[in-house]
C-alpha cells in the first residue's frame, strides 16, 4: 500500500511541473529540437513583458483552439501589451516536417505579431509536462508567471473566462 501511494505522489508530483502561479523552469528550443521559423532559438525567459497566450498544438489537432484564437483576435487587445506565441508539436504527427514547417513560415508571413516555432523532439511535453498529442493552451501574466493552463479544447465559457482573466492583468 506504501508503495502505491508513493507512486502516486511521484506522478502526480511529475504531473504538476508547470504550475498556476509560478515561472515555468527555463526552456530552449533550437538546433536540432527546433526553434522559431527564422531559425534562431526560442527561449522560455521571452515570455515576460507582456501577457502571452502561448498555443502548444499537435499538428493533428490545430483546429481544436480556434474559437480562442479567434476571440483573441476580435478582441483587438493592444501588440504592446499581448501576444501570443504558437509552438508546434512536430514529433506528435504523422505528417513530414517539411510540408508543416513551410506553412509554418507562410503563417508568420500572414500573422507576423505571433511568434511560431518548431519542436521537433517534444522538449515542452518533456520539460515542463504539457499534454502530447493535443493542444495546450498557456498564459503568462508580464513577469512570467502561468495564470492559465488548459490541455485540450477550451469550452466557449472558458473562452469569455479567458478574455476577463488576460484584461484582469493588464
Not at 31 to 58: C, H, P, Q, R
Not at 81 to 89: C, F, G, L, Y
Request: hydrophobic share 40%.
Amino acid at each position: 500500500m506504501t508503495k502505491i501511494f508513493l507512486g502516486l505522489c511521484i506522478i502526480l508530483g511529475s504531473a504538476m511541473a508547470i504550475e498556476l502561479d509560478k515561472i515555468p523552469t527555463h526552456v530552449t528550443i533550437d538546433g536540432e529540437n527546433g526553434g522559431n521559423v527564422n531559425g534562431k532559438a526560442w527561449d522560455s525567459s521571452m515570455l515576460k513583458g507582456k501577457i502571452y497566450t502561448l498555443f502548444y498544438v499537435d499538428p493533428d489537432e490545430k483546429d481544436l483552439n480556434n474559437p480562442l484564437a479567434d476571440a483573441l483576435k476580435a478582441r483587438k487587445f493592444d501588440r504592446k501589451k499581448v501576444n501570443s506565441v504558437a509552438i508546434i508539436n512536430l514529433a506528435a504527427t504523422w505528417l513530414p516536417n517539411i510540408v508543416i514547417e513551410a506553412k509554418l513560415k507562410d503563417k508568420q508571413k500572414k500573422f507576423p505579431d505571433t511568434l511560431y516555432v518548431k519542436d521537433k523532439k517534444k522538449v515542452l511535453v518533456k520539460e515542463w509536462n504539457l499534454a502530447d498529442d493535443n493542444s495546450d493552451i498557456l498564459i503568462f501574466n508580464q513577469q512570467g508567471k502561468l495564470i492559465y493552463k488548459k490541455f485540450g479544447e477550451v469550452s466557449a465559457s472558458e473562452i469569455k473566462k479567458v478574455i476577463a482573466l488576460i484584461e484582469k492583468n493588464l
